[in-house]
């Protein structure tokens, strides 16, 4: 069983940076790739990036590759999205997931959510 509380969202100008933080508890940590989705207003839940457990292995949607890095501190039971050069298309809300059984780019596939966070990029 896994609980996850998203942080970090706000107003950002075009351009600019900001640091999603997720934060987890539960017993196992380590052992689960966690994943970055999105969901702006009248569309479906997006894939944003994912990380293994050991924070070997990385994969990230082709719309925000070279902007976005996902990252993982298992000691402190975290993981972070850096998002720069942010763009209005990046307005949405942010969720974070927990996959128990492997890395996917599928929603429906993620055993546990965050309530979600909110970015909003003006231009």
């Known amino acids: 069983q896994v609980q996850l509380v998203e942080s970090g969202g706000g107003l950002v100008q075009a351009g600019g940076s900001l640091r999603l933080s997720c934060a987890a508890s539960?017993?196992?940590?380590?052992?689960?790739?966690m994943g970055w989705f999105r969901q702006a207003p009248g569309k479906e839940r997006e894939f944003v990036a994912t990380?293994?457990?050991?924070?070997?292995?990385?994969y990230y949607a082709d719309s925000v590759k070279g902007r976005f890095t996902i990252s993982r501190d298992n000691a402190k039971n975290t993981a972070y999205l850096q998002m720069n050069s942010l763009k209005p298309e990046d307005t949405a809300v942010y969720y974070c997931g927990v996959n128990n059984d492997g890395g996917t780019a599928q929603p429906r596939e993620y055993d546990y959510w965050g309530q979600g966070t909110q970015v909003t990029v003006s231009s």
């Open positions: 539960g017993r196992t940590f380590s052992r689960n790739w």
């Open positions: 990380i293994s457990g050991s924070g070997g292995s990385t």
